[in-house]
């Protein structure tokens, strides 16, 4: 068996040095974090916070007030109102239905407690709209239904000062 130069102790010795600060760096990456790491900061959602309905001449107005910067918000004609989460049928007569979803959004505080104070279910007697309903706090999502009388056209505008949407349905 041959003798081992100084020079190549020297190369295998740092090899193995070289590897074993690999192995060790590799273990230390793929460890989970510890117990007492702090947790990633949350993401703040806007809070909503009321709901406001009434009649003008032209149009029917809702107004969805918001605590924080507006969210995106989405307003579409479906052909029924479900609840979020439940899939539940909402019992509000029409016969057209526009929903509204406004997200990165919330209607509850971070213990869980509702800060929605709007109406959750109530029919109308305005021109067009006939019925209004919460129908979602769920995932990010804060979700309204509106039942018509018939289809309609409507305009959205955003708002802020303080932060607000609004739906306007002309008659």
């Given amino acids: 068996m041959p003798v081992p130069t100084p020079r190549a102790t020297a190369v295998r010795a740092t090899a193995l040095a070289a590897?074993?600060?690999?192995?060790?760096a590799g273990g230390a990456l793929a460890a989970p974090a510890?117990?007492?790491a702090p947790a990633a900061p949350r993401t703040t959602s806007a809070q909503?916070?009321?709901?406001?309905?009434?009649g003008h001449p032209s149009y029917d107005r809702i107004v969805i007030d918001v605590n924080g910067k507006l969210p995106d918000a989405t307003v579409k004609q479906v052909t029924r109102l479900l609840y979020d989460g439940s899939g539940e049928h909402v019992p509000l007569a029409g016969k057209a239905f526009l929903q509204?979803?406004?997200?990165?959004?919330?209607?509850?505080?971070?213990?869980?407690?509702?800060?929605?104070k709007g109406p959750r279910l109530v029919r109308l007697h305005l021109t067009r709209v006939k019925g209004f309903a919460k129908i979602g706090d769920f995932e990010g999502y804060v979700t309204f239904g509106v039942?018509?009388?018939k289809k309609s056209t409507w305009t959205v505008q955003r708002l802020s000062s303080p932060s607000r949407l609004v739906v306007d349905i002309r008659h």
């Avoid at 590897?19 to 060790?24: F, I, N, R, V």
């Fill in 34 to 36: 510890p117990a007492s």
């Fill in 19 to 24: 590897a074993g600060l690999l192995l060790t």
């Fill in 147 to 149: 039942a018509l009388d």
């Fill in 48 to 54: 909503v916070v009321n709901a406001r309905l009434a």
């Fill in 100 to 116: 509204i979803a406004l997200t990165p959004a919330v209607a509850h505080n971070t213990a869980g407690d509702p800060v929605y």
